[in-house]
Protein backbone atom coordinates (compact mmCIF):
# COMPACT_ATOMS: atom_id res chain seq x y z
CA UNK A 1 0.00 0.00 0.00
CA UNK A 2 1.24 3.49 -0.97
CA UNK A 3 0.96 5.76 2.11
CA UNK A 4 0.39 8.34 -0.23
CA UNK A 5 -2.91 6.94 -1.48
CA UNK A 6 -4.09 5.60 1.15
CA UNK A 7 -6.93 7.01 3.72
CA UNK A 8 -5.05 7.80 6.61
CA UNK A 9 -4.81 11.05 8.34
CA UNK A 10 -3.05 11.40 11.20
CA UNK A 11 -3.15 14.39 13.85
CA UNK A 12 -0.37 15.93 15.53
CA UNK A 13 -2.73 17.67 18.42
CA UNK A 14 -4.03 15.30 21.31
CA UNK A 15 -7.54 15.41 21.23
CA UNK A 16 -9.36 17.16 24.07
CA UNK A 17 -11.81 14.61 25.33
CA UNK A 18 -9.25 11.72 25.22
CA UNK A 19 -8.20 10.83 28.53
CA UNK A 20 -6.06 7.49 28.27
CA UNK A 21 -3.27 6.73 26.00
CA UNK A 22 -5.10 3.82 23.30
CA UNK A 23 -7.71 6.57 23.19
CA UNK A 24 -5.22 9.13 22.50
CA UNK A 25 -3.52 7.22 20.42
CA UNK A 26 -5.98 5.61 18.29
CA UNK A 27 -7.69 8.99 17.13
CA UNK A 28 -3.70 10.57 16.36
CA UNK A 29 -2.94 7.19 14.40
CA UNK A 30 -5.81 7.74 12.00
CA UNK A 31 -7.73 4.09 13.88
CA UNK A 32 -10.82 5.73 14.67
CA UNK A 33 -13.28 8.81 14.12
CA UNK A 34 -16.05 9.67 17.21
CA UNK A 35 -19.15 10.05 15.68
CA UNK A 36 -21.50 10.54 18.78
CA UNK A 37 -20.61 9.91 22.51
CA UNK A 38 -19.55 6.15 22.77
CA UNK A 39 -19.86 5.66 18.94
CA UNK A 40 -16.89 5.42 16.37
CA UNK A 41 -16.31 4.81 12.93
CA UNK A 42 -13.29 2.00 12.24
CA UNK A 43 -11.34 3.54 9.64
CA UNK A 44 -8.90 1.74 7.35
CA UNK A 45 -5.79 1.58 9.30
CA UNK A 46 -8.12 0.92 12.83
CA UNK A 47 -10.00 -1.88 10.59
CA UNK A 48 -6.51 -3.94 9.90
CA UNK A 49 -5.91 -4.48 13.60
CA UNK A 50 -9.59 -5.25 14.37
CA UNK A 51 -9.64 -7.67 11.46
CA UNK A 52 -6.18 -9.27 12.61
CA UNK A 53 -7.31 -9.90 16.10
CA UNK A 54 -11.06 -11.18 14.39
CA UNK A 55 -8.88 -13.72 12.65
CA UNK A 56 -7.33 -14.99 15.95
CA UNK A 57 -10.17 -15.30 17.85
CA UNK A 58 -12.10 -17.04 14.70
CA UNK A 59 -9.09 -19.69 14.08
CA UNK A 60 -8.92 -20.56 17.67
CA UNK A 61 -12.41 -20.99 18.21
CA UNK A 62 -12.98 -23.40 15.28
CA UNK A 63 -9.83 -25.57 16.77
CA UNK A 64 -11.87 -25.67 19.87
CA UNK A 65 -14.90 -26.79 17.68
CA UNK A 66 -16.76 -23.40 17.90
CA UNK A 67 -19.20 -22.97 14.43
CA UNK A 68 -19.60 -19.61 13.26
CA UNK A 69 -23.18 -18.12 12.72
CA UNK A 70 -24.52 -14.79 12.12
CA UNK A 71 -27.87 -13.61 14.36
CA UNK A 72 -29.52 -10.15 13.90
CA UNK A 73 -28.69 -7.16 16.26
CA UNK A 74 -32.83 -6.08 15.96
CA UNK A 75 -34.38 -8.68 18.47
CA UNK A 76 -37.85 -8.96 19.34
CA UNK A 77 -39.14 -7.80 22.65
CA UNK A 78 -41.58 -10.86 22.93
CA UNK A 79 -37.78 -12.95 23.39
CA UNK A 80 -36.79 -10.84 25.87
CA UNK A 81 -39.96 -11.18 27.99
CA UNK A 82 -39.61 -14.73 27.65
CA UNK A 83 -36.18 -14.47 29.22
CA UNK A 84 -37.58 -12.01 31.89
CA UNK A 85 -34.53 -9.41 30.95
CA UNK A 86 -36.72 -7.34 29.28
CA UNK A 87 -37.44 -5.21 32.44
CA UNK A 88 -34.34 -6.61 33.78
CA UNK A 89 -32.10 -5.35 31.44
CA UNK A 90 -32.81 -1.41 32.37
CA UNK A 91 -31.70 1.80 30.57
CA UNK A 92 -28.95 0.00 29.26
CA UNK A 93 -30.79 -1.53 26.76
CA UNK A 94 -31.66 0.44 23.23
CA UNK A 95 -35.38 -0.14 22.73
CA UNK A 96 -37.17 0.98 19.58
CA UNK A 97 -40.31 0.29 17.99
CA UNK A 98 -41.42 -0.34 14.09
CA UNK A 99 -43.88 1.55 12.18
CA UNK A 100 -46.52 -0.78 13.32
CA UNK A 101 -45.69 -0.26 16.98
CA UNK A 102 -43.88 -3.56 17.62
CA UNK A 103 -41.22 -3.29 20.04
CA UNK A 104 -37.69 -4.59 19.62
CA UNK A 105 -33.90 -3.76 21.37
CA UNK A 106 -30.99 -3.79 19.98
CA UNK A 107 -28.83 -6.58 20.99
CA UNK A 108 -26.45 -6.56 23.95
CA UNK A 109 -26.01 -9.90 24.24
CA UNK A 110 -27.49 -12.95 22.71
CA UNK A 111 -28.65 -15.62 24.67
CA UNK A 112 -32.40 -15.14 23.87
CA UNK A 113 -31.97 -15.55 20.50
CA UNK A 114 -29.07 -18.38 20.22
CA UNK A 115 -31.39 -20.02 23.13
CA UNK A 116 -34.26 -19.61 20.83
CA UNK A 117 -32.67 -21.19 17.40
CA UNK A 118 -31.16 -24.29 19.22
CA UNK A 119 -34.59 -25.02 20.68
CA UNK A 120 -36.08 -25.06 17.46
CA UNK A 121 -33.45 -26.67 15.80
CA UNK A 122 -31.88 -29.21 18.15
CA UNK A 123 -33.76 -32.61 19.12
CA UNK A 124 -31.81 -35.02 21.01
CA UNK A 125 -28.63 -35.60 22.79
CA UNK A 126 -26.97 -36.74 19.75
CA UNK A 127 -26.11 -33.54 18.49
CA UNK A 128 -24.82 -32.40 21.65
CA UNK A 129 -22.38 -30.33 22.54
CA UNK A 130 -22.74 -27.75 20.36
CA UNK A 131 -20.49 -24.36 20.60
CA UNK A 132 -21.71 -21.57 18.45
CA UNK A 133 -20.39 -18.13 17.60
CA UNK A 134 -20.82 -15.03 15.81
CA UNK A 135 -18.60 -11.48 15.89
CA UNK A 136 -21.70 -9.18 15.93
CA UNK A 137 -22.20 -5.37 16.52
CA UNK A 138 -23.46 -4.86 20.14
CA UNK A 139 -25.23 -1.84 21.74
CA UNK A 140 -25.29 -0.71 25.00
CA UNK A 141 -26.52 2.24 26.37
CA UNK A 142 -23.78 2.91 29.06
CA UNK A 143 -24.12 5.30 31.79
CA UNK A 144 -20.34 6.40 31.06
CA UNK A 145 -19.01 5.76 27.45
CA UNK A 146 -16.01 6.23 28.05
CA UNK A 147 -12.48 5.48 27.07
CA UNK A 148 -12.94 5.11 23.37
CA UNK A 149 -13.80 2.20 21.94
CA UNK A 150 -13.01 1.04 25.25
CA UNK A 151 -16.61 1.52 26.86
CA UNK A 152 -18.98 2.43 23.87
CA UNK A 153 -22.33 2.19 23.09
CA UNK A 154 -21.56 0.25 20.04
CA UNK A 155 -18.78 -1.87 19.55
CA UNK A 156 -17.69 -5.03 18.04
CA UNK A 157 -17.98 -8.26 20.14
CA UNK A 158 -17.30 -12.12 19.65
CA UNK A 159 -20.01 -13.80 21.49
CA UNK A 160 -20.18 -17.77 21.90
CA UNK A 161 -22.73 -20.01 23.56
CA UNK A 162 -22.17 -23.43 24.58
CA UNK A 163 -25.23 -26.24 24.37
CA UNK A 164 -24.20 -29.64 26.71
CA UNK A 165 -26.56 -32.80 27.41
CA UNK A 166 -25.19 -33.43 30.70
CA UNK A 167 -22.88 -30.75 34.02
CA UNK A 168 -19.80 -33.30 33.19
CA UNK A 169 -20.13 -32.28 29.53
CA UNK A 170 -20.50 -28.45 30.14
CA UNK A 171 -17.69 -28.35 32.52
CA UNK A 172 -15.57 -30.24 29.72
CA UNK A 173 -16.61 -28.01 27.15
CA UNK A 174 -16.28 -24.56 29.51
CA UNK A 175 -12.91 -26.06 30.06
CA UNK A 176 -12.48 -26.20 26.16
CA UNK A 177 -13.09 -22.34 25.39
CA UNK A 178 -11.25 -21.46 28.63
CA UNK A 179 -8.31 -22.59 27.15
CA UNK A 180 -9.05 -21.67 23.51
CA UNK A 181 -9.45 -17.79 25.17
CA UNK A 182 -5.71 -18.29 26.80
CA UNK A 183 -4.51 -19.09 23.58
CA UNK A 184 -6.35 -16.10 21.83
CA UNK A 185 -4.92 -13.41 24.16
CA UNK A 186 -1.48 -15.28 24.02
CA UNK A 187 -1.36 -15.10 20.15
CA UNK A 188 -2.47 -11.33 20.82
CA UNK A 189 0.57 -10.51 22.29
CA UNK A 190 -0.96 -9.68 25.25
CA UNK A 191 -0.21 -9.42 28.81
CA UNK A 192 -3.23 -11.04 30.81
CA UNK A 193 -4.78 -13.01 33.71
CA UNK A 194 -7.57 -14.62 33.71
CA UNK A 195 -9.35 -14.19 37.26
CA UNK A 196 -12.47 -15.70 38.85
CA UNK A 197 -15.51 -13.64 39.02
CA UNK A 198 -18.38 -14.33 40.69
CA UNK A 199 -20.77 -16.96 39.78
CA UNK A 200 -23.88 -16.58 41.81
CA UNK A 201 -25.96 -19.60 42.62
CA UNK A 202 -23.38 -22.09 40.36
CA UNK A 203 -20.79 -22.15 42.22
CA UNK A 204 -17.24 -23.55 41.55
CA UNK A 205 -14.63 -21.65 39.21
CA UNK A 206 -17.14 -21.24 36.45
CA UNK A 207 -16.73 -17.82 35.67
CA UNK A 208 -13.80 -16.06 34.15
CA UNK A 209 -12.67 -12.84 33.42
CA UNK A 210 -9.78 -12.22 31.44
CA UNK A 211 -8.22 -9.45 32.16
CA UNK A 212 -5.02 -7.41 30.38
CA UNK A 213 -3.10 -6.14 32.90
CA UNK A 214 -2.83 -2.39 32.86
CA UNK A 215 -2.71 0.62 35.31
CA UNK A 216 -5.61 2.42 33.68
CA UNK A 217 -8.34 -0.44 33.99
CA UNK A 218 -11.31 0.14 34.71
CA UNK A 219 -10.69 -3.13 37.54
CA UNK A 220 -8.82 -3.71 40.03
CA UNK A 221 -7.69 -7.09 40.27
CA UNK A 222 -5.89 -9.15 43.99
CA UNK A 223 -3.58 -11.99 42.95
CA UNK A 224 -1.72 -14.00 44.94
CA UNK A 225 1.84 -16.51 44.38
CA UNK A 226 -0.38 -19.77 44.69
CA UNK A 227 -1.92 -18.55 41.16
CA UNK A 228 -5.24 -17.47 42.74
CA UNK A 229 -7.10 -14.05 41.31
CA UNK A 230 -9.85 -12.73 41.63
CA UNK A 231 -11.99 -9.42 40.65
CA UNK A 232 -11.56 -7.08 43.59
CA UNK A 233 -15.13 -7.06 43.80
CA UNK A 234 -15.73 -10.59 43.74
CA UNK A 235 -12.35 -11.42 45.96
CA UNK A 236 -13.16 -13.78 49.20
CA UNK A 237 -11.77 -13.07 52.64
CA UNK A 238 -11.69 -15.15 55.35
CA UNK A 239 -12.07 -14.23 59.22
CA UNK A 240 -8.19 -13.07 58.91
CA UNK A 241 -5.83 -13.53 61.61
CA UNK A 242 -7.59 -11.91 64.87
CA UNK A 243 -5.48 -8.90 66.40
CA UNK A 244 -3.87 -10.53 69.16
CA UNK A 245 -4.53 -7.67 71.72
CA UNK A 246 -4.54 -7.64 76.14
CA UNK A 247 -6.72 -4.32 75.83
CA UNK A 248 -9.81 -5.36 78.30
CA UNK A 249 -13.56 -4.00 77.77
CA UNK A 250 -13.55 -0.64 78.91
CA UNK A 251 -16.89 0.77 79.86
CA UNK A 252 -18.94 2.64 77.07
CA UNK A 253 -18.78 6.44 77.19
CA UNK A 254 -20.23 9.16 75.27
CA UNK A 255 -18.24 11.28 74.04
CA UNK A 256 -19.30 15.24 72.68
CA UNK A 257 -18.33 15.44 69.32
CA UNK A 258 -19.68 18.54 68.31
CA UNK A 259 -19.93 18.70 63.82
CA UNK A 260 -17.72 15.76 63.41
CA UNK A 261 -18.85 13.57 61.13
CA UNK A 262 -16.33 11.40 59.65
CA UNK A 263 -14.15 8.64 60.73
CA UNK A 264 -11.01 11.43 59.80
CA UNK A 265 -12.76 14.03 61.87
CA UNK A 266 -13.24 12.02 65.12
CA UNK A 267 -10.07 10.15 65.23
CA UNK A 268 -7.82 13.70 65.01
CA UNK A 269 -10.19 14.72 67.92
CA UNK A 270 -9.89 11.40 69.89
CA UNK A 271 -6.29 10.28 68.90
CA UNK A 272 -7.53 6.75 68.12
CA UNK A 273 -6.45 5.33 64.64
CA UNK A 274 -9.13 4.32 62.19
CA UNK A 275 -8.81 0.99 62.85
CA UNK A 276 -10.61 1.61 66.24
CA UNK A 277 -13.83 2.82 64.05
CA UNK A 278 -17.13 0.72 63.68
CA UNK A 279 -18.02 2.49 60.65
CA UNK A 280 -22.14 2.16 60.41
CA UNK A 281 -23.48 2.44 57.38
CA UNK A 282 -26.98 2.61 56.35
CA UNK A 283 -28.28 0.91 53.58
CA UNK A 284 -31.35 0.93 51.73
CA UNK A 285 -32.37 -2.18 49.41
CA UNK A 286 -35.80 -3.71 48.43
CA UNK A 287 -39.11 -2.16 49.17
CA UNK A 288 -37.67 0.25 51.29
CA UNK A 289 -35.95 -1.90 53.68
CA UNK A 290 -32.87 -0.61 56.09
CA UNK A 291 -30.21 -2.52 57.41
CA UNK A 292 -27.04 -1.04 59.13
CA UNK A 293 -23.74 -2.40 57.54
CA UNK A 294 -20.52 -2.23 60.36
CA UNK A 295 -17.09 -2.71 58.93
CA UNK A 296 -13.75 -1.81 60.45
CA UNK A 297 -12.63 2.04 60.13
CA UNK A 298 -10.07 1.82 57.99
CA UNK A 299 -11.98 -0.70 55.17
CA UNK A 300 -14.54 -0.21 52.59
CA UNK A 301 -17.79 -2.09 52.17
CA UNK A 302 -18.24 -3.80 48.95
CA UNK A 303 -21.43 -3.24 47.54
CA UNK A 304 -21.56 -6.64 45.58
CA UNK A 305 -21.23 -8.60 48.28
CA UNK A 306 -23.59 -6.82 50.47
CA UNK A 307 -25.65 -7.78 48.05
CA UNK A 308 -25.68 -11.11 47.80
CA UNK A 309 -26.23 -11.46 50.97
CA UNK A 310 -29.33 -9.40 50.83
CA UNK A 311 -30.16 -11.75 47.82
CA UNK A 312 -30.66 -8.27 45.87
CA UNK A 313 -29.76 -6.54 42.44
CA UNK A 314 -29.24 -3.30 44.08
CA UNK A 315 -28.35 -1.45 47.43
CA UNK A 316 -28.33 2.53 47.86
CA UNK A 317 -26.59 4.32 50.99
CA UNK A 318 -29.70 5.55 52.80
CA UNK A 319 -30.47 9.22 52.45
CA UNK A 320 -30.49 11.72 55.47
CA UNK A 321 -34.41 11.13 55.79
CA UNK A 322 -34.18 7.51 56.23
CA UNK A 323 -30.99 7.54 58.14
CA UNK A 324 -32.74 9.77 60.97
CA UNK A 325 -35.61 7.58 60.99
CA UNK A 326 -33.54 4.83 61.46
CA UNK A 327 -30.92 6.14 64.13
CA UNK A 328 -32.99 8.82 65.24
CA UNK A 329 -30.07 10.81 64.56
CA UNK A 330 -28.58 13.32 61.38
CA UNK A 331 -26.23 11.66 59.13
CA UNK A 332 -22.56 11.09 60.92
CA UNK A 333 -23.80 9.92 63.96
CA UNK A 334 -25.10 6.46 63.44
CA UNK A 335 -23.71 3.07 65.42
CA UNK A 336 -24.87 -0.12 66.30
CA UNK A 337 -25.60 0.84 70.08
CA UNK A 338 -29.03 0.69 71.16
CA UNK A 339 -30.80 -1.04 67.53
CA UNK A 340 -32.40 -3.84 66.94
CA UNK A 341 -29.54 -6.25 66.41
CA UNK A 342 -32.16 -7.79 63.41
CA UNK A 343 -31.12 -4.57 61.40
CA UNK A 344 -27.39 -5.00 61.83
CA UNK A 345 -25.45 -6.85 60.39
CA UNK A 346 -21.14 -7.36 60.46
CA UNK A 347 -18.44 -7.73 58.61
CA UNK A 348 -15.08 -10.10 59.82
CA UNK A 349 -13.08 -7.04 60.93
CA UNK A 350 -15.38 -5.53 63.78
CA UNK A 351 -15.94 -8.93 65.51
CA UNK A 352 -12.51 -9.18 67.10
CA UNK A 353 -12.63 -5.23 67.80
CA UNK A 354 -12.36 -4.12 71.44
CA UNK A 355 -12.99 -1.31 72.98
CA UNK A 356 -14.23 0.33 69.47
CA UNK A 357 -15.67 3.93 68.78
CA UNK A 358 -19.34 4.39 66.46
CA UNK A 359 -21.76 7.18 66.64
CA UNK A 360 -24.08 7.74 69.22
CA UNK A 361 -27.26 7.58 67.35
CA UNK A 362 -27.34 11.17 68.82
CA UNK A 363 -26.60 14.93 67.53
CA UNK A 364 -23.15 15.28 67.87
CA UNK A 365 -22.01 12.89 70.09
CA UNK A 366 -19.89 9.52 69.60
CA UNK A 367 -19.68 6.37 71.71
CA UNK A 368 -16.09 5.15 72.72
CA UNK A 369 -15.63 1.74 74.25
CA UNK A 370 -18.21 -0.28 72.22
CA UNK A 371 -17.68 -4.02 72.42
CA UNK A 372 -19.38 -6.75 70.47
CA UNK A 373 -21.34 -9.42 72.22
CA UNK A 374 -21.76 -6.85 75.38
CA UNK A 375 -22.95 -3.55 73.44
CA UNK A 376 -24.57 -5.06 70.03
CA UNK A 377 -25.03 -8.45 67.99
CA UNK A 378 -25.08 -8.38 64.46
CA UNK A 379 -27.87 -10.57 62.90
CA UNK A 380 -24.81 -11.67 61.02
CA UNK A 381 -21.23 -11.35 60.89
CA UNK A 382 -19.79 -12.69 57.46
CA UNK A 383 -17.38 -11.30 54.34
CA UNK A 384 -18.68 -7.76 53.58
CA UNK A 385 -15.54 -5.46 52.78
CA UNK A 386 -12.98 -5.02 49.76
CA UNK A 387 -9.71 -6.41 50.05
CA UNK A 388 -7.02 -3.94 51.36
CA UNK A 389 -3.06 -3.88 51.29
CA UNK A 390 -2.41 -6.64 53.96
CA UNK A 391 -5.05 -8.97 53.20
CA UNK A 392 -4.05 -12.46 52.63
CA UNK A 393 -5.13 -15.06 50.31
CA UNK A 394 -8.05 -16.99 50.67
CA UNK A 395 -6.29 -20.48 49.24
CA UNK A 396 -3.29 -20.60 50.56
CA UNK A 397 -2.92 -17.50 53.10
CA UNK A 398 0.20 -15.75 51.75
CA UNK A 399 -0.65 -11.79 51.21
CA UNK A 400 -2.31 -10.46 48.53
CA UNK A 401 -0.95 -8.41 45.38
CA UNK A 402 -3.15 -5.64 44.07
CA UNK A 403 -2.99 -4.41 40.42
CA UNK A 404 -5.36 -3.09 37.86
CA UNK A 405 -7.10 -4.84 34.73
CA UNK A 406 -9.14 -3.86 31.49
CA UNK A 407 -11.80 -6.52 31.22
CA UNK A 408 -11.21 -8.03 27.57
CA UNK A 409 -12.92 -11.43 27.84
CA UNK A 410 -15.55 -13.64 29.80
CA UNK A 411 -16.82 -17.23 30.63
CA UNK A 412 -19.40 -17.89 31.90
CA UNK A 413 -21.41 -21.43 33.00
CA UNK A 414 -24.68 -19.93 32.76
CA UNK A 415 -26.20 -24.18 33.51
CA UNK A 416 -30.26 -23.78 32.87
CA UNK A 417 -30.87 -20.21 33.28
CA UNK A 418 -31.70 -19.79 29.61
CA UNK A 419 -33.10 -22.79 28.76
CA UNK A 420 -35.27 -23.40 31.84
CA UNK A 421 -36.79 -19.74 31.07
CA UNK A 422 -37.49 -20.30 26.99
CA UNK A 423 -37.82 -24.25 27.86
CA UNK A 424 -35.41 -25.20 25.77
CA UNK A 425 -35.39 -28.85 25.66
CA UNK A 426 -33.43 -31.75 24.14
CA UNK A 427 -34.58 -35.97 24.17
CA UNK A 428 -31.61 -37.26 26.41
CA UNK A 429 -30.71 -40.78 25.87
CA UNK A 430 -33.15 -41.95 28.71
CA UNK A 431 -36.08 -40.95 26.75
CA UNK A 432 -36.63 -37.77 28.78
CA UNK A 433 -37.32 -34.11 27.90
CA UNK A 434 -34.22 -31.91 29.81
CA UNK A 435 -33.12 -29.13 29.31
CA UNK A 436 -29.57 -27.55 27.57
CA UNK A 437 -26.76 -27.21 29.89
CA UNK A 438 -25.22 -23.89 28.15
CA UNK A 439 -22.46 -21.83 28.57
CA UNK A 440 -21.83 -17.93 27.56
CA UNK A 441 -18.30 -16.90 26.25
CA UNK A 442 -17.78 -13.19 25.09
CA UNK A 443 -14.28 -11.21 23.67
CA UNK A 444 -14.77 -7.43 23.26
CA UNK A 445 -12.65 -7.26 20.00
CA UNK A 446 -12.44 -3.56 19.66
CA UNK A 447 -11.41 -3.35 23.75
CA UNK A 448 -8.36 -6.10 22.82
CA UNK A 449 -7.26 -3.16 20.07
CA UNK A 450 -6.98 -0.81 22.94
CA UNK A 451 -5.58 -2.78 25.38
CA UNK A 452 -3.44 -3.57 23.25
CA UNK A 453 -2.04 -0.27 23.04
CA UNK A 454 -2.65 0.61 26.49
CA UNK A 455 -0.19 -2.07 27.26
CA UNK A 456 2.44 -1.72 24.36
CA UNK A 457 3.25 2.10 24.19
CA UNK A 458 5.91 5.02 24.59
CA UNK A 459 6.60 8.30 23.71
CA UNK A 460 7.16 7.98 20.09
CA UNK A 461 3.99 6.22 20.23
CA UNK A 462 1.76 2.59 19.89
CA UNK A 463 4.29 -0.09 20.02
CA UNK A 464 2.24 -2.95 18.74
CA UNK A 465 2.68 -6.94 19.06
CA UNK A 466 3.28 -8.28 15.52
CA UNK A 467 0.64 -10.27 15.46
CA UNK A 468 -2.11 -7.38 14.91
CA UNK A 469 0.00 -4.75 13.93
CA UNK A 470 -1.67 -2.71 11.19
CA UNK A 471 1.40 -3.42 8.74
CA UNK A 472 4.49 -5.56 8.81
CA UNK A 473 7.22 -2.86 7.53
CA UNK A 474 7.03 0.33 6.49
CA UNK A 475 9.58 1.62 3.67
CA UNK A 476 10.83 5.20 3.64
CA UNK A 477 12.63 6.36 0.60
CA UNK A 478 14.10 9.42 1.66
CA UNK A 479 14.08 11.29 -1.37
CA UNK A 480 11.78 9.20 -3.70
CA UNK A 481 12.13 11.99 -6.81
CA UNK A 482 15.29 10.88 -7.48
CA UNK A 483 14.89 7.94 -10.00
CA UNK A 484 17.39 5.76 -8.24
CA UNK A 485 16.06 5.37 -4.88
CA UNK A 486 12.63 4.83 -6.54
CA UNK A 487 13.82 2.12 -8.40
CA UNK A 488 15.41 0.07 -5.36
CA UNK A 489 12.51 1.44 -2.57
CA UNK A 490 9.62 0.11 -5.50
CA UNK A 491 11.76 -3.17 -5.50
CA UNK A 492 12.05 -3.49 -1.65
CA UNK A 493 8.71 -2.89 -1.33
CA UNK A 494 7.14 -5.35 -3.61
CA UNK A 495 9.90 -7.94 -3.04
CA UNK A 496 8.87 -7.84 0.48
CA UNK A 497 5.05 -7.71 -0.33
CA UNK A 498 5.94 -10.59 -2.32
CA UNK A 499 7.62 -12.73 1.03
CA UNK A 500 3.97 -12.07 2.50
CA UNK A 501 4.89 -8.83 4.75
CA UNK A 502 2.41 -6.30 5.20
CA UNK A 503 4.11 -3.11 3.55
CA UNK A 504 3.41 0.30 3.63
CA UNK A 505 5.52 2.26 0.95
P1 LIG B 1 -18.06 -4.43 31.88
O1 LIG B 1 -18.01 -4.95 33.29
O2 LIG B 1 -16.76 -3.88 31.40
O3 LIG B 1 -19.23 -3.53 31.63
P2 LIG B 1 -19.60 -6.65 30.99
O4 LIG B 1 -19.55 -7.61 32.13
O5 LIG B 1 -20.80 -5.82 30.80
O6 LIG B 1 -18.30 -5.73 30.98
P3 LIG B 1 -19.91 -8.78 29.07
O7 LIG B 1 -21.38 -8.64 29.00
O8 LIG B 1 -19.33 -9.97 29.73
O9 LIG B 1 -19.26 -7.45 29.66
O10 LIG B 1 -19.33 -8.62 27.58
C1 LIG B 1 -18.26 -9.37 27.06
C2 LIG B 1 -17.08 -8.49 26.71
O11 LIG B 1 -17.45 -7.38 25.90
C3 LIG B 1 -16.41 -7.86 27.90
O12 LIG B 1 -15.50 -8.75 28.48
C4 LIG B 1 -15.72 -6.66 27.30
O13 LIG B 1 -14.46 -7.04 26.76
C5 LIG B 1 -16.63 -6.27 26.16
N1 LIG B 1 -17.45 -5.09 26.49
C6 LIG B 1 -18.47 -5.01 27.38
N2 LIG B 1 -19.01 -3.79 27.38
C7 LIG B 1 -18.31 -3.06 26.47
C8 LIG B 1 -18.40 -1.70 26.00
N3 LIG B 1 -19.32 -0.86 26.47
N4 LIG B 1 -17.52 -1.29 25.04
C9 LIG B 1 -16.60 -2.14 24.54
N5 LIG B 1 -16.47 -3.42 24.95
C10 LIG B 1 -17.31 -3.88 25.90
MG1 LIG C 1 -21.25 -3.84 31.32
Same mark, same amino acid.
Given at each position: ?27 ? *? ?12 ? =???? @? ?8 I ?7 ? $? ?14 W ?6 ? =?Y $? ?7 D ?6 ? =?? %? ?66 Q ?14 ? &???A????? !? ?8 E ?16 ? $??? /?N ?14 T ?33 ? @? ?11 ? @?????? !? ?8 ? =? !? ?13 E ?8 ? $? %?????? /???? *? ?5 G??? #?I ?11 N ?11 V?? @??? %??? #????I???? +? ?11 T? &??G? +??? &??? &????L ?8 F ?9 S ?8 ? !? ?11 ? *? ?6 ? %? ?28
Amino acid at each position: MRLSEYFLTTLKEVPKDADIVSHRLMIR *AGMIRKLASGIYEF =LPFG @LRVLRKVENIIREEMDKA $GGQELYLPALLPKELWEESGRWD =LY $GQELMRLKDRNNREFC =LG %PTHEEVITDLVRKEVRSYRELPKILYQFQMKFRDEIRPRFGVMRAREFFMKDAYSFDADEKGAEKTYQKVFNCYNEIFKRCGL &KFRAVEAET !GAIGGSFSHEFMVVADTGEESIVSCEC $GYA /ANIEKAELGKGEREKTTEKEKPMEEVETPDMKTVEEVGRFLREPEKKFIKS @LIYEYGESRLVMV @LVRGDY !GINEAKLKKY =L !GVNEVVLAGEDKIKEFTGAPLGFA $G %PVGLKD /ADII *ADYSVEGLVN #GISGANKKDCHMKNINPGRDYKPAAVLD @LRN %PAE #GDVCIKCGR +KLSFSRGIEVGHTF &KLGT +KYS &KAL &KADFLDSDGKEKPFIMGCYGIGVSRVVAAAIEQ !GNDEKGIIWPVAI *APFHVMVV %PVKYDDSRIREVSDKIYSDLSEAGYEVLI
